[in-house]
């Protein structure tokens, strides 16, 4: 028998061993709430008291031409609804202070339920969600309707992220609005968006069981994979572990596609491929989150492949944990996520100076991609070389979620989010600099100590909740250096 069969059957023993052994998370959820219909109606209300009078509409997500990854409703639309059906829309008409919602849904033919399950009928629908139920073939009309009477009209883009929403110029809502414009001339559809961004910011009691409930099985499935990661093991297997813990706890599956990554990988900050061996002396950075009823987790995890840490893993791991650390204690309602921010960095320019990784905490070079040094000084530090992001954000129905701190400024009570320092050190990066005066002088007191630390990627993120007196962190899986190695010494062979 190989050397290699011999230790993929280990590792399988050693998965089912950490599946079945690896903690449930119903302590730390506490008690999941689902939101209920009133709170669905609440939130059509908080919208159309910030619209004034006029009409608001919006699209779900359209039914998946292929079923390989299922049907995931649009987050928007989700939080107003609930629905979570494909091919639906939805009209809000407000008079300034409460809303009257229609939510249209696609014809659902017979035979198709025999293939795609049993439909609830308009009747049924309306009494369960509290909204008016039409075809959709009707929307166009009732909206049309809306534009002769003079209604004011909003539209809630129809963008599963809000990192693409300036973008949007191909969704069904894009194309629907260029229509209803060309067909009535001067009309200008207003932006609904923003408002409901806004209003996701704040996580209800509801939403925040939810979160929670997403987090505790996110926090499982880390100690599940720590406890069958060794040399040997490669990084899909570490990936199968995760994503089968999600599921067997429970949870709808993925906030994103996991990332683990070993060896130069762990530097790699959305390394996808997932098919490396790990080896001795390396750390695995394993990014993953899964989600519950729409609501998403997000926490990593760096931990030594051979069980405990190396000198050069051991001191990058803890810089970046102290980092992670300040910037926690800066977190209050009110406060500055510009403070955290700063925190972190700072920590984190100091002890690379200490490690001998750059030349001062204020030290500049000449980047390899173009920056403005003067409006952006931070930039332009050498320490900037390593620290590849930002330090975190927002979280709930998308993995990167509306937080009063992205929007303000400050953090607010009831904002849920991640603060996730990293540092990547690759010393082929050194080679890749512009040939100036100020980077040869950086190579020669650095390139020495930078081949010493390479390959050594380490991002410890978390999840947290602003409180009424400051901050909590929900997430608990091991993160202390010592605690991490415990359960990496809990592994067989």
Same mark, same amino acid.
């Given at each position: =028998?190989?050397?290699?069969?011999?230790?993929?059957?280990?590792? *399988?023993?050693?998965?089912?061993?950490?599946?079945?052994?690896?903690?449930?998370?119903?302590?730390?959820?506490?008690?999941?709430?689902?939101?209920?219909?009133?709170?669905?109606?609440?939130?059509?209300?908080?919208?159309?008291?910030?619209?004034?009078?006029?009409? *608001?509409?919006? #699209?779900?997500?359209?039914?998946?031409?292929?079923?390989?990854?299922?049907?995931?409703?649009?987050?928007?639309?989700?939080?107003?609804?609930? #629905?979570?059906?494909?091919?639906?829309?939805?009209?809000?008409?407000?008079?300034? !202070?409460?809303?009257?919602?229609?939510?249209?849904?696609?014809?659902?033919?017979?035979?198709?339920?025999?293939?795609?399950?049993?439909?609830?009928?308009?009747?049924?629908?309306?009494?369960?969600?509290?909204?008016?139920?039409?075809?959709?073939?009707?929307?166009?009309?009732?909206?049309?309707?809306?534009?002769?009477?003079?209604?004011?009209?909003?539209?809630?883009?129809?963008?599963?992220?809000?990192?693409?929403?300036?973008?949007?110029?191909?969704?069904?809502?894009?194309?629907?609005?260029?229509?209803?414009?060309?067909?009535?001339?001067?009309?200008?559809?207003?932006?609904?968006?923003?408002?409901?961004?806004?209003?996701?910011?704040?996580?209800?009691?509801?939403?925040?069981?939810?979160?929670?409930?997403?987090?505790? &099985?996110?926090?499982?499935?880390?100690?599940?994979? =720590?406890? =069958?990661?060794?040399?040997?093991?490669?990084?899909?297997?570490?990936?199968?572990?995760?994503?089968?813990? #999600?599921?067997?706890?429970?949870?709808?599956?993925?906030?994103?596609?996991?990332?683990?990554?070993?060896?130069?990988?762990?530097?790699?900050?959305?390394?996808?491929?997932?098919?490396?061996?790990?080896?001795?002396?390396?750390?695995?950075?394993?990014?993953?989150?899964?989600?519950?009823?729409?609501?998403?987790?997000?926490? !990593?995890?760096?931990?030594?492949?051979?069980?405990?840490?190396?000198?050069?893993?051991?001191?990058?791991?803890?810089?970046?944990?102290?980092?992670?650390?300040?910037?926690?204690?800066?977190?209050?309602?009110?406060?500055?996520?510009?403070?955290?921010?700063?925190?972190?960095?700072?920590?984190?320019?100091?002890?690379?100076?200490?490690?001998?990784?750059?030349?001062?905490?204020?030290?500049?070079?000449?980047?390899?991609?173009?920056?403005?040094?003067?409006?952006?000084?931070?930039?332009?530090?050498?320490?900037?070389?390593? =620290?590849?992001?930002?330090?975190?954000?927002?979280?709930?129905?998308?993995?990167?979620?509306?937080?009063?701190?992205?929007?303000?400024?400050?953090?607010?009570?009831?904002?849920?989010?991640?603060?996730?320092?990293?540092?990547?050190?690759?010393?082929?990066?050194?080679?890749?600099?512009?040939?100036?005066?100020?980077?040869?002088?950086?190579?020669?007191?650095?390139?020495?100590?930078?081949?010493?630390?390479?390959?050594?990627? &380490?991002?410890?993120?978390?999840?947290?909740?602003?409180?009424?007196?400051?901050?909590?962190?929900?997430?608990?899986?091991?993160?202390?250096?010592?605690?991490?190695?415990?359960?990496?010494?809990?592994?067989?062979?």
């Amino acid at each position: =028998m190989s050397v290699s069969l011999v230790r993929r059957l280990l590792a *399988v023993s050693w998965i089912f061993g950490s599946l079945f052994c690896a903690p449930t998370p119903t302590a730390a959820q506490g008690r999941i709430v689902p939101v209920p219909p009133a709170e669905y109606a609440e939130r059509r209300d908080s919208l159309a008291a910030r619209i004034g009078p006029g009409a *608001v509409f919006a #699209f779900g997500a359209v039914e998946p031409i292929l079923s390989k990854h299922g049907f995931d409703q649009l987050p928007s639309f989700q939080y107003l609804t609930g #629905f979570m059906e494909p091919d639906a829309a939805l009209l809000l008409e407000s008079d300034g !202070t409460r809303a009257r919602t229609t939510l249209f849904t696609a014809p659902y033919p017979i035979r198709k339920q025999f293939y795609e399950g049993f439909a609830e009928d308009h009747g049924a629908l309306a009494r369960r969600t509290g909204m008016r139920v039409r075809d959709l073939s009707e929307f166009r009309a009732a909206v049309d309707s809306l534009v002769a009477a003079g209604v004011a009209l909003h539209e809630v883009r129809d963008v599963r992220s809000n990192d693409v929403v300036r973008r949007d110029t191909l969704t069904r809502g894009a194309v629907f609005v260029a229509d209803l414009e060309s067909r009535h001339p001067g009309l200008a559809v207003g932006d609904a968006y923003r408002a409901v961004w806004q209003l996701r910011a704040r996580k209800s009691g509801a939403e925040a069981s939810l979160v929670r409930a997403a987090i505790a &099985v996110t926090d499982s499935a880390h100690v599940a994979a =720590m406890r =069958m990661i060794r040399p040997g093991v490669h990084e899909y297997e570490v990936q199968s572990v995760i994503e089968s813990t #999600f599921r067997r706890l429970g949870a709808d599956g993925l906030s994103f596609g996991s990332i683990v990554g070993s060896g130069k990988n762990s530097t790699i900050l959305h390394y996808r491929a997932g098919d490396r061996e790990m080896r001795d002396g390396e750390v695995v950075v394993m990014d993953i989150g899964a989600q519950w009823d729409g609501y998403d987790a997000d926490i !990593t995890r760096t931990v030594p492949v051979s069980g405990r840490f190396s000198a050069e893993s051991r001191a990058i791991y803890e810089l970046v944990l102290a980092a992670q650390k300040a910037a926690e204690a800066t977190v209050a309602p009110g406060r500055s996520s510009s403070e955290a921010t700063a925190a972190a960095v700072r920590v984190r320019l100091e002890g690379l100076a200490r490690l001998g990784l750059i030349e001062h905490p204020d030290s500049t070079y000449d980047p390899l991609w173009e920056a403005d040094c003067v409006r952006s000084p931070g930039s332009c530090l050498q320490g900037s070389l390593f =620290m590849i992001h930002g330090i975190g954000h927002g979280i709930g129905l998308e993995v990167h979620d509306a937080a009063a701190y992205g929007i303000a400024g400050r953090y607010a009570e009831g904002d849920h989010f991640t603060i996730e320092p990293g540092l990547y050190i690759n010393a082929d990066a050194l080679a890749m600099l512009p040939d100036t005066p100020k980077n040869r002088r950086f190579l020669r007191a650095v390139q020495d100590t930078a081949r010493r630390y390479h390959g050594i990627g &380490v991002r410890i993120e978390d999840d947290y909740e602003v409180t009424a007196t400051g901050v909590k962190r929900l997430s608990t899986a091991p993160r202390e250096v010592g605690e991490i190695e415990a359960v990496l010494s809990e592994r067989g062979y």
